[in-house]
């Protein structure tokens, strides 16, 4: 029985001093497996395919600083046409008008209305600097009588 005694206790021995593989770390397995391919909870939306088709315009016009400027165009598929215009510093009006057809490229025409106008120079008025600053009379106290 010694022997059978022995023979146990070093078989637990040799169980309990196996080594034993290091715990791996990371994440823990997913519970819920998504679908292969998943679907929007929503219907997706249909855009159908139009033809551009728009008219916009804008215009400025400033008689204190003088600007002077506006768009306008109109579009229907592939056809653009519009036009516009800037007030230039020389008083004249440049215009552009221009046109779209498919592929046909962009087609502008430039014009020009009123006489350019250079005043004579006038050059500036001369610098005149301020006065000299004079510091103001130093205080007196009044006379103290007891």
Known sequence: MTTKVIV???????ALARPEPPPTYGPPAPAYKPPAHPRPAYGA???????PQYN??????DDYSGNDFG?????????TKGSYYVQLPDGRLQKVTYYVNGDSGYVAEVSY??????PAYQPAPAYQPAPAYKPAPAYKPAPAYP
Do not use: F, K, W
């Open 8 to 14: 146990l206790t070093v078989l637990v021995a040799a």
């Open 45 to 51: 939306p249909a855009y159908p395919d139009t033809p």
């Open 56 to 61: 916009s315009q804008y215009a400025v016009r």
């Open 71 to 79: 768009h306008d165009e109109s579009r229907n598929g592939y056809n």
């Open 113 to 118: 209305q009123g006489e350019a106008q250079y």
